[in-house]
């Protein structure tokens, strides 16, 4: 192959790469080329045929060729692949102007509601969402929240207790949100902002109870929180929630055994005329628990209560959509009755944003 004409290999090779229309096409024109037994392979094995200066000049020659074949290889192979990509693009095409179908109506139902309007407030102070499971351990649901095996609290709470293993130990459904607290600080180190929405059970039923309910848990814990950031964040988050103002908040002294001291927010309401207001008025309505952690809590967790300090809150989120919303009774939450869902639901395309109002 001394004889080879690099001008006349190089626009050949071009030539038919330009024409390849599949990446098949395309390889077998690379081992055409550059192969094995490829023909530039080839012409470059002959170079030792040829003495001096023509074997310099064909070599850089080749080598050119070679350069301006490879490069338009992958660039035709790139065109390609590009082809490919927006034959496919074109063909799956999804068309999102379907148009809907009215009988298919979904609402969202008050509950998802007020804890989709509660995450947005925590949200906006920092708090990330924390989850624990409905069936517990004895220890995360009491013992370590300071309520230890003979506590009078603990018969407060009408656990549902579940079938014994083979050692005796007994799980619960969980009486409350707070045994997310501990296993948040047993997984996070300070400082900790977090809230926890999930269900609660407790064998209680009648017009304002029911044995499965929901509540959201709230754990702040860092350096030097005191009972002045546990009083701005409740307050602020009522005020926020019920989208009033001025609305009064006031902290009554009350006990929880893994917080200490402890306290019972209530928020101003107005109920002359029969009906309910919530706002300025004459009378109160309790609306979450509180206080701050109980070192014994931190202490159980492994956190220093010297170092570290924090603050804890309770919620029910039926009391909470029913008070905001004014649903008088509790028992139609769990009916899936589509006629109560259609008054009391919400349109799906209408998430709550702090900033549009709750
Ligand atoms: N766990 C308490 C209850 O169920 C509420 C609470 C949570 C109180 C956190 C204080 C701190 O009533």
Redesign the pocket.
């Known amino acids: 192959m001394a004889g080879a004409d690099p001008q006349a290999l190089k626009d050949t090779l071009l030539a038919a790469i330009g024409a390849a229309s599949t990446p098949d096409a395309l390889e077998a024109i690379r081992i055409e080329a550059l192969g094995k037994k490829g023909e530039l392979t080839q012409a470059m094995k002959s170079l030792g045929q040829l003495e001096g200066e023509a074997r310099r000049e064909m070599g850089q020659a080749l080598n050119a060729v070679k350069d301006a074949v490879t490069h338009a290889l992958e660039s035709r192979r790139s065109d390609l692949a590009m082809a490919e990509l927006n034959k496919r693009l074109e063909e799956e095409k999804v068309d999102v102007s379907l148009s809907h179908r009215p009988e298919t109506q979904g609402v969202i139902h008050p509950l998802s509601r007020t804890l989709e309007e509660i995450l947005a407030i925590f949200a906006e102070m920092g708090f990330v969402v924390a989850e624990g499971p409905d069936i517990e351990s004895d220890y995360y649901n009491f013992t370590a929240l300071n309520m230890p095996e003979d506590h009078p609290a603990r018969q407060e709470h009408d656990t549902f207790y579940m079938t014994p293993n083979s050692e005796g130990m007994r799980k619960v459904l969980r009486?409350?949100?707070?045994p997310v607290q501990i296993r948040t600080m047993e997984k996070m180190k300070p400082p900790i902002r977090i809230i926890a929405p999930g269900r609660t059970y407790r064998s209680d039923h009648d017009a304002t109870h029911s044995p499965m309910f929901h509540?959201c848990?709230g754990l702040v814990i860092g350096d030097g929180i005191t009972m002045g950031h546990l009083k701005g964040c409740l307050i602020e988050f009522c005020r926020a929630f019920f989208d009033v103002d001025d609305l009064p908040v006031r902290f009554r002294p009350s006990y929880?055994p893994?917080?200490e001291p402890?306290a019972e927010v209530d928020i101003g309401c107005n109920r002359d005329g029969g009906g309910l207001t919530i706002g300025a008025g004459a009378d109160w309505l309790e609306i979450l628990?509180?206080?701050m952690v109980n070192p014994r809590v931190l202490e159980y967790c492994g956190i220093d209560p010297n170092a570290h300090q924090g603050f804890?809150?309770?919620m029910g989120l039926e009391r909470l959509a029913m008070l905001k919303y004014g649903i008088p009774d509790l028992r139609p939450f769990y009916d899936s009755d589509l006629r109560w869902m259609r008054h009391y639901g919400f349109m799906p395309f209408d998430p709550p944003s702090v900033h549009l109002g709750l």
């Open positions: 009486t409350h949100t707070s509540q848990e929880f893994f917080t402890s628990g509180c206080g804890a809150f309770g």
